[in-house]
């Protein structure tokens, strides 16, 4: 076959589950355009940016073939087991090749540009440089220091010195200090020594290294019992062989902290790679590691696409945490996608977590995993004590009891640090009037039957909607009955800040929830703010992630109890978790920690288990309801949701879609549905969807491959918006 009868297999970015044809721009040869390769092609009357997945045979039948535009590499972007796996990962969530490849891109790479240059820019001391004449304690001389012991990278300057760009000025403008660019992967300098482990660690850091290829590795440790320091264990024998190292952490928040840690304890450049970031500096750091460049790298979810030409070692930190799970566009899930990519690679996946997901229990248990369990603290640390307060019939200031007060005022007075845990962010979460019971509910989310409230913001001036953000200024007077009696009900961050700012004078409080951390480091800059000295912090779950106080002696948990009568079926695992991962905030040092549960409801199974067996005990006994009632880990599922701007064009989509799961016949997969959503209308849109399950996932894939080609081409497809969730975390 000639060059002539052959054209270029291009998935593109476009919600169509195929690839589509072109021939090779004028002058270029099919032949010399790698798969893997990126081109610019004219689709209808836009341009796209699509991959080379192939080439085949010219279809003389179809239309003239349009020629691409430009071929924009001479070399592959996604290449060899990244692009085998995103190949995998196309079938698994049955999304078109096209949308998987560019959500695995870059933006800047997405968007057309070339592959960056991977340099650095390196400051280092002047040959023949005297310092002498700085002022001692000013941030040139402080600089000046940190150059004098070894040139270093603008991001360990980041780390080491914020603030440091302006001196770094003054220092070249008297000729006393340069930037080079150097290309990452230098040699590692001696890296500040770690603790000596203790012999569960040891266990577990040998359990990893003895891993020759592919392994699962659960290593379940309690809070603060040094995970991380396995991991850095782990991670410098990986380097040792010349490998690179992934870890992936569920919090932007919780990037700068691990790298600076990591910095300093590899003494190698240390990538981070996330959202956060620039379009630029992502790519940057995307095209060193496929060079092999960056050897470790840091990253959130998005990062498990990064190229890993020299692999050697996958972590997950905290893997149960659900923001490894992308709810929108691809729903690919961080944590398995990583299983797939070590298996691809041939490498071990460390999956660290304080209380795992119930599927990795499931497998652990099962023997598909290495289990390995870190059961006490590290270093002289012990377990917090646990006291449920039972605040029934008791007075609360903005939610606290007198109780929770007087302690909060002996923490602080004895020196140390108070974490106020309100997983509700905002002033308050409902605006009622309290002559007639009107209360404020978002006109795009609420349907007569679900009415859905507006969060209280600023001190109660405005309203919020937390799904479809809209906002709107709090009503001077009721919009019912015209009544001046307008009450914030409920407590969120925001007001208990107020009230502890109002009772405690003398000491910092800081709020830590998403409305206070939007710029960028603004979670870093809090944290530094308060320091070692005693403290008030009021925050939601992102102070539960893997923070390391260690001045922190109490944490205090309020407005727990909405979520002990969820209905969705994964509410008490995410409940249990979240309450042993902030419980073990508290004393995570020298200093001995106490957990204070403020609760209408001590009795509660939830808590009780949790009291005293702890989160295993609590697994345990989930895991028997889960096989009982058929939900996973015992069953698969995939979750068909559709939206409209009314009801009728859903349930006419999701009718079809039953019909089609039913036609294809495949045995052991229910269909349950059509439904109206938890949340039945949102942004405007009327939600409903359709719960498919199976014992095997073999099934439940037969059934979406059989179903789905129908539904893309079924007119009814096109009246509504319709997306597929395999493997759903979020029912809602």
Same mark, same amino acid.
């Given at each position: 076959?000639? &060059?002539? #009868?052959?054209?270029? /297999?291009? !998935?593109? *970015?476009?919600? $169509? =589950?195929? +690839?589509f044809?072109? %021939? @090779?721009?004028?002058?270029?040869?099919?032949?010399?355009?790698?798969?893997?390769?990126?081109?610019?092609?004219?689709?209808?009357?836009?341009?796209?940016?699509?991959?080379?997945?192939?080439?085949?045979?010219?279809?003389?039948a179809?239309?003239?073939?349009?020629?691409?535009?430009?071929?924009?590499?001479?070399?592959?972007?996604?290449?060899?087991?990244?692009?085998?796996?995103?190949r995998?990962?196309?079938?698994?969530?049955?999304?078109?090749?096209?949308?998987?490849?560019?959500?695995?891109?870059?933006?800047?790479?997405?968007?057309?540009?070339?592959?960056?240059?991977?340099?650095?820019?390196?400051?280092?001391?002047?040959?023949?440089? &005297?310092? #002498?004449?700085?002022? /001692?304690? !000013?941030? *040139?001389?402080? $600089? =000046?220091? +940190?150059?004098?012991? %070894? @040139?270093?990278?603008?991001?360990?300057?980041?780390?080491?010195?914020?603030?440091?760009?302006?001196?770094?000025?003054?220092?070249?403008?008297?000729?006393?200090?340069?930037?080079?660019?150097?290309?990452?992967?230098?040699?590692?300098?001696?890296?500040?020594?770690?603790?000596?482990?203790?012999?569960?660690?040891?266990?577990?850091?040998?359990?990893?290294?003895?891993?020759?290829?592919?392994?699962?590795?659960?290593?379940e440790?309690?809070?603060?019992?040094?995970?991380?320091?396995?991991?850095?264990?782990?991670?410098?024998?990986?380097?040792?062989?010349?490998?690179?190292?992934?870890?992936?952490?569920?919090?932007?928040?919780?990037?700068?902290?691990?790298?600076?840690?990591? /910095?300093?304890?590899l003494?190698?450049?240390?990538?981070? +790679?996330?959202?956060?970031?620039?379009?630029?500096?992502?790519?940057?750091?995307?095209?060193?590691?496929?060079?092999?460049?960056?050897?470790?790298?840091?990253?959130?979810?998005?990062?498990?696409?990064?190229?890993?030409?020299?692999?050697?070692?996958?972590?997950?930190?905290?893997?149960?945490?659900?923001?490894?799970?992308?709810?929108?566009?691809?729903?690919?899930?961080?944590?398995?996608f990583?299983?797939?990519?070590?298996k691809?690679?041939?490498?071990?996946?460390?999956?660290?977590?304080?209380t795992?997901?119930?599927?990795?229990?499931?497998?652990?248990?099962?023997?598909?995993?290495?289990?390995?369990?870190?059961?006490?603290?590290?270093?002289?640390?012990?377990?917090?004590?646990?006291?449920v307060?039972?605040?029934?019939?008791?007075?609360?200031?903005?939610? +606290?009891?007198?109780?929770?007060?007087?302690?909060?005022?002996?923490?602080?007075?004895?020196?140390?640090?108070?974490?106020?845990?309100r997983?509700?962010?905002?002033?308050?979460?409902?605006?009622?009037?309290?002559?007639?019971?009107?209360?404020?509910?978002?006109?795009?989310?609420?349907?007569?039957?679900?009415?859905?409230?507006?969060?209280?913001?600023?001190?109660?001036?405005?309203?919020?909607?937390?799904?479809?953000?809209a906002?709107?200024?709090?009503?001077?007077a009721?919009?019912?009955?015209?009544?001046?009696?307008?009450?914030?009900?409920?407590?969120?961050?925001?007001?208990?800040?107020?009230?502890?700012?109002?009772?405690?004078?003398?000491?910092?409080?800081?709020?830590?929830?998403?409305?206070?951390?939007?710029?960028?480091?603004?979670?870093?800059?809090?944290?530094?703010?308060?320091?070692?000295?005693?403290?008030?912090?009021?925050?939601?779950?992102?102070?539960?992630?893997?923070?390391?106080?260690?001045?922190?002696?109490?944490?205090?948990?309020?407005?727990?109890?909405?979520?002990?009568?969820?209905?969705?079926?994964?509410?008490?695992?995410?409940?249990?978790?979240?309450?042993?991962?902030?419980?073990?905030?508290?004393?995570?040092?020298?200093?001995?920690?106490?957990?204070?549960?403020?609760?209408?409801?001590?009795?509660?199974?939830?808590?009780?288990?949790?009291i005293?067996?702890?989160?295993?005990?609590?697994?345990?006994?989930?895991?028997?309801?889960?096989?009982?009632?058929?939900?996973?880990?015992?069953a698969?599922?995939?979750?068909?949701?559709?939206?409209?701007?009314?009801?009728?064009?859903?349930?006419?989509?999701?009718?079809?879609?039953?019909?089609?799961?039913?036609?294809?016949?495949?045995a052991?997969?229910?269909?349950?549905?059509?439904?109206?959503?938890?949340?039945?209308?949102?942004?405007?849109?009327?939600?409903?969807?359709?719960?498919?399950?199976?014992?095997?996932?073999?099934?439940?894939?037969?059934?979406?491959?059989?179903?789905?080609?129908?539904?893309?081409?079924?007119?009814?497809?096109?009246?509504?918006?319709?997306?597929?969730?395999?493997?759903?975390?979020?029912?809602?």
């Amino acid at each position: 076959m000639s &060059s002539d #009868d052959t054209v270029l /297999r291009v !998935a593109l *970015p476009v919600p $169509l =589950a195929r +690839l589509f044809d072109y %021939r @090779a721009p004028e002058g270029v040869d099919v032949e010399a355009v790698p798969v893997g390769a990126r081109v610019r092609v004219m689709f209808g009357p836009r341009e796209l940016i699509g991959v080379v997945a192939g080439t085949g045979p010219i279809d003389t039948a179809a239309r003239e073939t349009k020629a691409a535009l430009a071929v924009l590499d001479t070399a592959p972007v996604l290449q060899g087991e990244l692009l085998d796996s995103l190949r995998w990962l196309a079938r698994y969530v049955h999304a078109p090749l096209g949308e998987v490849l560019a959500t695995a891109l870059p933006a800047a790479l997405r968007q057309g540009g070339p592959m960056p240059d991977t340099d650095e820019i390196v400051w280092r001391p002047v040959a023949g440089a &005297s310092f #002498d004449k700085l002022k /001692r304690g !000013a941030m *040139p001389q402080r $600089l =000046a220091e +940190l150059l004098s012991e %070894r @040139a270093r990278t603008e991001d360990e300057l980041d780390d080491a010195l914020p603030g440091w760009r302006t001196a770094a000025r003054a220092l070249a403008t008297k000729g006393l200090a340069e930037p080079i660019r150097t290309t990452p992967g230098r040699d590692a300098v001696p890296g500040t020594p770690g603790p000596v482990l203790n012999d569960e660690q040891r266990a577990a850091v040998d359990a990893i290294t003895a891993h020759d290829g592919f392994g699962a590795v659960l290593l379940e440790g309690v809070t603060g019992s040094g995970k991380t320091e396995v991991y850095l264990q782990a991670i410098a024998d990986c380097l040792a062989r010349g490998k690179q190292a992934l870890v992936l952490v569920p919090e932007i928040g919780l990037t700068p902290q691990t790298l600076a840690r990591f /910095r300093a304890r590899l003494g190698i450049d240390v990538h981070a +790679l996330h959202s956060g970031l620039n379009d630029t500096a992502r790519a940057r750091v995307w095209a060193a590691a496929s060079r092999g460049q960056a050897r470790v790298i840091v990253g959130t979810r998005s990062a498990i696409f990064t190229p890993l030409p020299a692999a050697g070692l996958i972590v997950v930190d905290e893997e149960h945490d659900g923001s490894y799970k992308q709810q929108d566009g691809i729903r690919y899930h961080a944590r398995d996608f990583a299983l797939v990519r070590g298996k691809a690679l041939d490498v071990p996946v460390v999956l660290g977590s304080a209380t795992p997901s119930l599927e990795t229990l499931h497998n652990a248990q099962a023997g598909r995993y290495t289990h390995v369990r870190l059961s006490k603290r590290a270093g002289d640390a012990k377990p917090p004590a646990v006291r449920v307060l039972d605040i029934r019939k008791r007075a609360l200031d903005a939610g +606290l009891s007198p109780e929770l007060l007087a302690k909060i005022r002996a923490t602080v007075d004895a020196g140390g640090q108070v974490l106020v845990f309100r997983n509700r962010r905002g002033y308050a979460p409902v605006l009622l009037c309290h002559d007639c019971g009107w209360s404020a509910a978002c006109k795009r989310c609420s349907t007569p039957d679900h009415p859905h409230p507006m969060t209280v913001h600023a001190g109660g001036r405005r309203l919020q909607c937390h799904h479809c953000g809209a906002r709107q200024p709090a009503p001077m007077a009721c919009p019912d009955c015209g009544g001046l009696a307008l009450q914030p009900q409920g407590v969120g961050t925001e007001r208990i800040e107020e009230r502890l700012v109002e009772l405690f004078t003398d000491v910092p409080v800081l709020r830590v929830d998403r409305g206070s951390t939007r710029r960028r480091d603004a979670l870093e800059s809090l944290l530094a703010q308060l320091g070692d000295r005693p403290g008030i912090l009021v925050g939601t779950q992102m102070l539960a992630k893997g923070h390391d106080l260690p001045n922190l002696t109490l944490v205090a948990v309020v407005g727990i109890d909405e979520g002990l009568f969820s209905a969705d079926f994964r509410a008490g695992e995410k409940l249990a978790q979240l309450l042993i991962q902030v419980a073990g905030r508290a004393g995570r040092a020298r200093r001995a920690g106490e957990v204070w549960l403020q609760t209408h409801h001590p009795a509660h199974p939830l808590l009780q288990t949790l009291i005293a067996g702890g989160y295993r005990a609590f697994a345990d006994g989930a895991l028997a309801e889960r096989e009982a009632a058929g939900f996973p880990p015992f069953a698969h599922l995939a979750l068909m949701r559709a939206e409209a701007k009314s009801a009728e064009p859903n349930a006419r989509f999701l009718a079809l879609a039953k019909s089609c799961f039913d036609d294809a016949g495949i045995a052991d997969v229910d269909v349950h549905g059509p439904l109206p959503a938890p949340m039945p209308r949102r942004a405007g849109f009327q939600r409903a969807q359709l719960l498919v399950s199976a014992p095997h996932r073999r099934a439940l894939h037969a059934a979406l491959d059989a179903t789905l080609p129908r539904l893309r081409d079924a007119p009814e497809g096109k009246r509504v918006r319709w997306s597929l969730d395999v493997d759903p975390i979020d029912l809602y």
